[in-house]
């Protein structure tokens, strides 16, 4: 390894890092909604925190508290109207309500609403329109709690755009949900991108890069297998902790396309990169899975294809596009090599930055968790370097490509 | 004899193979591109609340009843800003029901009351309902204030111009608990509970004003 070569690709991937402002963390209000079906009716219970309705101007005493004495009336309008909202479905017939009722809980932090519901004998699924409220200008997400049995209930979170959710999914409704859900997981976890980047920057041979990518995709199916199955407990810190592995992964691989692109443990370093991000992406899809019903397994299925489909299809579009531009000389190569220094730059931010949010939780500081994952890639080099001492030769007689490879070729 | 070119067997099948892999490659970005289109075409829910404040609503988000009332109302601002145009006034809303402009006008009897509210420039039309559990609806409309510039923007939901040239501000809100709302003009809707509804998100050029 070219040490000198080593040093500049370190500058060159650090250079401008700075460190961003630090944000608090604070408890975020929730509504929750609960779903229990019985026999012929349906009960909903609903537990909103008191901030979500001050827009309902509920009447109050001149210190402040709630007037009890005139909050009943009021409080039996803020139900009709949420419920009014529900409109709570079996299959396409609103349902009517046969009982409402409100009330404050005894410290008044939350107000209670108990809706009643009958049901029609036919099997048609519970839908119900589900929105996320407001408070002090923030968006407070709702928790929909379907009761199948007391041992799991699902839960469904509202956070965004109000929508109809169906309690029990047909197989036709999961599909199709998965499906989005997982292109739009594509589009808005751009770390693989990176990766992708630092995959298609030097000229590899064929045989090294699809080994690459088979390795990336491999490893990310079973991370997001992994976490979906509900195997691996996932929390705030370790989500955090595997995204920044992940970034750092891409770090290794920019730094590696600089000095040595035709190491032989590209493909493990995918392989790793790709088990790190899967992880990340399958807590997305934990999160989602109660949206699939019955159908857990069809919706992984369909979050998994579309998402591997799609990743074949962005490194295929990138490695095209990257050889088309080689043919134009060796600016041209030079330049597409610069790429792996972008993916590297842009993942530095990302790490420190992940980083910060994982200090905040209190789980570790930032000078010891980046020291302790610096260390870890850099023992990893060392075995790495070791094993290259050991292991025989690469000699399997395939010729290396190299930068003017392209050049020779159009000239022939 | 003119030099001739002769391509060998291998040029040629080369020359073939690449051809098809451009081929598929084309058909592979343009497969790709239409079927996410089709995805995002056949999506009703999804996450277009991203580019919204926490305080806006895209119409299709709401319930079939209240979208009615929204196409509604905009509909019936047609009429308002032709009348307002006729008279140099915003008209009042008995008069809009009189000439069964909707949905100042209801066939099925009192659906809201309809109140007018001015404060300078500012005219807010309230609706309030009468069954209290069913939301509130107001329609803002902003004018220009003397000696302001022309607006530079667009023409659309929230951009209208009147045959004089005025350009108006438009705004529809909704207010989900209507029974709480006492009537009387509203300068801050967003800090008061009401959610300003969109038929498509605004234009971030030309975000709207307070």
Known sequence: MNLRRLLTAVLLLSAGIARTSAHNVRPEPVV???????????????????????????????????????????????????????????????????????????????????????????????????RPFRAGGQVVRTDAHYIVDARAPRTFRIAGEPERVTFEPAPTQVLGRFIRRGIEVLLSASDYFLFALCLIAPLRSRRAFLGACTALLAGQAIGIVSVSVGRLPVTPAVLLTIQASAVSAVVVAAIQDLVNPHSRWLWP?????????????????????????????????????????????????????????????????????????????????????????LAELGAITLDRFLMILTLAWACLILCTGILEAILPARGDGLTRPSLTDAQNAENV | ???????????????????????????????????????????????????????????????????????????????????????????????LANQGVAPFAQDDGAQFRWQRFQTGATVNYLGLPADPSSPAWMLAVKEPEPNTPPDPAPLDDEHHKLPDGTTLHIYVWMHRFGGRVAPGFVAQPQNEGWTQVFSAPPNPLFLPRD
């Not at chain 1, 609903?46 to 309705?53: E, T």
């Not at chain 1, 990340?280 to 397994?297: D, Q, T």
């Not at chain 1, 190569?333 to 590297?344: D, I, K, P």
């Not at chain 2, 051809?19 to 591109?33: K, N």
């Open chain 2, 1 to 95: 004899m003119s030099p001739q070119e002769v391509r060998s067997h291998g040029q040629a099948a080369s020359s073939r193979r690449e051809r098809v892999a451009v081929l598929a490659l084309a058909g592979l970005i343009v497969s790709g591109i239409g079927f996410y289109l089709a995805l995002r075409a056949s999506d009703t829910g999804g996450n277009s609340q991203k580019n919204l404040l926490p305080y806006q609503l895209l119409a299709r988000a709401l319930p079939d009843s209240e979208q009615q009332i929204f196409r509604a109302l905009r509909r019936g601002l047609l009429d308002v800003e032709a009348e307002r145009s006729r008279l140099s006034r915003w008209p009042e809303p008995s008069a």
């Open chain 1, 269 to 357: 370093l995918a392989l790793t990169f790709g088990l790190a991000n899967g992880l990340s992406i399958g807590e997305r899809f934990l999160s989602e899975a109660s949206f699939a019903g019955s159908y857990v397994a069809l919706g992984l299925l369909a979050w998994l294809i579309a998402i591997e489909l799609g990743q074949v299809w962005v490194i295929a579009l990138l490695a095209s596009a990257a050889g088309l531009l080689r043919r134009r000389g060796l600016i041209a190569q030079l330049a597409v090599l610069a790429l792996a220094l972008f993916a590297g730059h842009t993942s530095l931010h990302r790490l420190v930055d992940r980083s910060e949010l």
């Open chain 1, 32 to 130: 929750e909604v609960f779903v229990k079906p019985t026999g012929d009716h349906v009960t909903v219970q609903l537990r909103l925190p008191i901030a979500v309705l001050a827009d309902a101007n509920l009447p109050r005493n001149p210190d402040g508290r709630l007037a009890q004495n005139d909050i009943a009336q009021a409080l039996n309008l803020v139900a009709r109207g949420i419920a009014r909202d529900l409109e709570f479905q079996q299959g396409d017939d609103l349902l009517a309500m046969s009982a409402v009722s409100a009330s404050l809980s005894a410290d008044e932090e939350l107000a209670l609403i108990d809706l009643d519901y009958l049901i029609g004998p036919d099997r048609s699924p519970l839908s119900a329109r589900l």
